[in-house]
């Protein structure tokens, strides 16, 4: 068995063990971006993406458009690696995301060509959604298909980049590659205070509440981009991260991003408090 097969098996290896393992074989081509499918998607997807070299030392890059996770991968440099060598893994670490960022650009069109085609062909929803009736939250500017919810993901100058499903039991799900970073979900006219939150239920309960305008940032590691956008778009505007208070969870993200939000886009945080005082 060659090297080279050799590096490609535990390139592999590491695809599979960062549970990203490929149905059929790769047959990468050195240098070239394939995507393929990941094992346990379903038929007919191509969420997997991966490009391998070769020289100077196997190294390589794999990921998933429907997760969003990527991870790079080489083999240990040769002892009295010569610089010319260094240089060249520098330029195709550089080449990798080159090809990463242009094949991402791809999928996300797709993807937004495809939340336009589904957007028009579904149906207002109604305040009957059995999500929705569990939430005690109403339908604010957002479609139903067939029995699940779509939620729009639109930037900050309102362009449509993605869905998000919402089936009866609650089960939350987006159109594969698309983008969801600074995009969100809004209700509500901005006059004078926009709050951001992290799902559609509470976004919809706290423009209920207040009757301010709210945007459903779709989680706590979407507030700082969202902040930021809205910032720029709003720059006299009074910001709000009402946060979801994860007590329970190690670090409470939804505390520790909300102010991480705050900080980079100049605004304030209201934290839900639980239990009886102290």
Same mark, same amino acid.
């Given at each position: ?34 995507r ?53 893994r ?20 797709s ?17 009957v ?14 479609r139903?298909l067939?029995?699940? +919810? #779509? &939620?729009? %993901?639109?930037?900050? /100058? @309102? ?18 590659g ?12 901005v006059?004078?205070?926009l ?27 979407n ?6 956008a ?8 009074? +910001? #709000? &991260?009402? %946060?979801?208070?994860? /007590? @329970?969870?190690?670090?409470?993200p ?25």
């Amino acid at each position: 068995m060659t090297d080279h097969t050799n590096a490609m098996n535990e390139f592999v290896a590491a695809m599979v063990a960062a549970g990203l393992e490929p149905v059929d074989d790769l047959a990468l081509i050195d240098g070239e971006l394939k995507r393929y499918r990941i094992k346990g998607d379903k038929a007919g997807s191509r969420n997997g993406w991966a490009v391998f070299y070769t020289h100077p030392v196997p190294a390589g890059a794999f990921g998933s458009w429907r997760t969003g996770e990527s991870q790079t991968w080489r083999t240990r440099p040769p002892v009295g690696e010569t610089a010319k060598a260094r240089a060249e893994r520098r330029r195709q670490l550089e080449e990798m995301r080159r090809l990463r960022i242009a094949e991402q650009a791809s999928v996300q069109a797709s993807a937004r060509e495809r939340a336009a085609r589904i957007w028009r062909t579904a149906r207002p929803a109604t305040n009957v959604h059995r999500y929705l009736q569990a939430k005690g939250v109403h339908a604010f500017g957002i479609r139903q298909l067939r029995d699940m +919810l #779509v &939620i729009p %993901a639109r930037d900050a /100058a @309102g362009v449509l980049h993605t869905l998000q499903f919402i089936g009866v039991d609650g089960t939350k799900r987006f159109l594969t590659g698309g983008r969801i970073e600074g995009c969100y979900c809004s209700m509500g006219r901005v006059v004078d205070c926009l709050y951001l939150c992290e799902g559609y239920a509470s976004a919809a309960t706290v423009h209920t509440a207040t009757g301010q305008a709210a945007a459903a940032c779709f989680s706590c590691g979407n507030l700082k981009a969202v902040a930021v956008a809205l910032r720029l778009k709003f720059p006299l505007l009074r +910001l #709000v &991260i009402a %946060a979801d208070n994860d /007590a @329970g969870t190690a670090g409470n993200p939804g505390v520790t991003h909300a102010f991480e939000a705050a900080a980079a886009a100049g605004a304030l945080v209201a934290v839900p408090q639980f239990g009886g005082l102290n």
